[in-house]
């Protein structure tokens, strides 16, 4: 019997359906499965408000953890855990960071396969870039990752994400637009995956399971979502500080994070269409990069 730990936070519920969907692939004869959340001492509100919501960008983006209720679990070790995530402001979430940065993920963690899960908007590469590193800083084994992403055009699932989030309805904004999220299709597709995971759990043999997700289409890599997702990252650390810098009392602090709010707006429905354009056109002459980074971000590996 193999020994599995799933642990996950979720606002909405939507991650938490990914992990049982893609752990319903495993038969419960051969895995003994635990499930554990990780909870923030101070809830974060769900629907958002604004202000509370562009709260969240310095956080997220400078990595400042957040308490948490102390996770208890049934084993001290485990053959595999399967972390479940989502990206705030293109980094890993604060109350999924906060676990990372715990002395629970040290213990948890160290010499233990880990398969990351994620459920996001589609902006994700950089944050598990960031993952990978505090894995590695753990000593854990990073030898799977599933993203599940909502598949829209991105500007579509900007203006859809933020009726969802707001209303907290996984409705149709106006009733036309498409769900947001990641859809109901791709979450229950997930069982795939588990059942994959199942069988190198069972041969003790994790060495090529990325590889086997990744011909089930467990990471999809659009260039063009990276290239801008890249330099926001970069823009939004100059951003995160300068808040930081200057959001001395609360009220300066509020004010800073409207000017982002509004920086924000441009960039993604004005700025990002032109880089997207340009970058197309560009993108043409260097095509066998582009082909050896979408590898990368495939893999597991950190460069
Ligand atoms: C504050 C905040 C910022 C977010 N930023 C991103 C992002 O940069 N990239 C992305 O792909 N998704 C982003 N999302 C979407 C989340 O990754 C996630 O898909 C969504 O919040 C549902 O997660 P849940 O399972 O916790 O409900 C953001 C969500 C929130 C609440």
């Known amino acids: 019997m193999k020994k599995v730990l799933v642990l996950h936070y979720s606002q909405s519920g939507q991650l938490t359906e990914i ?3 893609l752990t319903s692939g495993m038969n419960a004869n051969n895995v003994e499965l635990e499930f554990v959340d990780i909870r923030p001492k101070n809830k974060f509100p769900f629907p958002w408000k604004g202000d509370s919501f562009f ?11 957040c308490e948490l209720d102390e996770i208890t679990t049934r084993h001290d070790q485990y053959d595999l855990i399967i972390l479940g995530y989502q990206v705030w402001f293109l980094n890993p979430s604060v109350p999924f ?4 940065q715990s002395d629970k993920a040290r213990t948890l963690l160290n010499n233990t396969p880990v398969v990351t899960v994620a459920g996001v908007r589609n902006m994700w590469v ?3 870039e960031k993952i990978k590193n505090e894995l590695l800083k753990i000593g854990a084994r990073l030898v799977g990752n599933i993203i599940l992403e909502d598949k829209n055009p991105n500007l579509i699932s900007v203006v859809t994400i933020q ?3 707001f209303t ?15 859809s109901q299709e791709d979450i229950d597709g997930a069982k795939r995956f588990g059942t994959t995971i199942e069988e190198a759990l069972l041969t003790d043999d994790c060495n090529n399971l990325q590889e086997k997700l990744v011909k089930q289409n467990a990471v999809r890599i659009v260039d063009t979502i990276v290239f801008v997702e890249k330099r926001a990252t970069t823009l939004f650390g100059i951003w995160a500080n300068l808040i930081e810098k200057k959001g001395t009392t609360p009220k300066k602090k509020k004010l800073w994070l409207r000017v982002f709010n509004y ?4 960039a ?16 043409l002459f260097f095509l066998g990069k582009v082909k050896k980074e979408k590898l990368y971000y495939q893999g597991v590996k950190l460069k």
């Not at 907290?168 to 990641?182: E, I, T």
């Not at 993604?268 to 993108?283: A, E, K």
């Open 55 to 65: 709260e969240q960008m310095p956080e997220s983006v400078l990595g400042k953890p």
């Open 163 to 165: 009726h969802w989030l």
């Open 126 to 128: 950089m944050a598990q």
């Open 19 to 21: 992990l049982k969907s």
């Open 268 to 283: 993604i429905f004005i700025i990002s269409p032109i880089v997207i354009l340009l970058y197309s056109i560009g993108r």
């Open 168 to 182: 907290a309805k996984k409705s149709r904004f106006l009733g036309f637009f498409p769900l947001p999220g990641v």
């Open 97 to 100: 960071n906060s676990f990372l």
């Open 263 to 266: 920086y924000l707006l441009f």
